[in-house]
Nanobody, 123 residues
Framework: QVQLAESGGGLAQAGGSLRLSCAAS????????MGWFRQAPGRERGLVAA????????AYSDSVKGRFTVSRDNSKNTLYLQMNSLKPEDTAIYYC????????????????WGQGTQVTVSS
């Protein structure tokens, strides 16, 4: 069982930055691939970024590539999402998620989910 808790959301201006964190419970954090997802009002939840357990491999949606960076600190059981050059269309609830299988994270069906944190970007 993995419990996930996101933090770091809030209000930012267009062009600004925010850093999201996701704290995970358990002693086997490095065994889990992790992902960040987001859901805007009226839209389906979609993958933002994914990272393997070791952190060696990452993947991004085209809409955030070059602006967002996913990383993890396995010694702290924490996942991060650095968001730069924010746009109003980045406004959404952001969720972190975990699964032992990186492909499962990338395809959007990981087993464990956090409760989400709101990110609002004003123009």
């Amino acid at each position: 069982q993995v419990q996930l808790a996101e933090s770091g959301g809030g209000l930012a201006q267009a062009g600004g930055s925010l850093r999201l964190s996701c704290a995970a419970s358990g002693r086997t954090f490095s065994s889990y691939a992790m992902g960040w997802f987001r859901q805007a009002p009226g839209r389906e939840r979609g993958l933002v970024a994914a990272i393997t357990g070791s952190g060696a491999i990452t993947a991004y949606s085209d809409s955030v590539k070059g602006r967002f960076t996913v990383s993890r600190d396995n010694s702290k059981n924490t996942l991060y999402l650095q968001m730069n050059s924010l746009k109003p269309e980045d406004t959404a609830i952001y969720y972190c998620a975990a699964d032992r299988d990186f492909i499962v994270v990338r395809t959007g069906t990981p087993t464990y989910w956090g409760q989400g944190t709101q990110v609002t970007v004003s123009s």
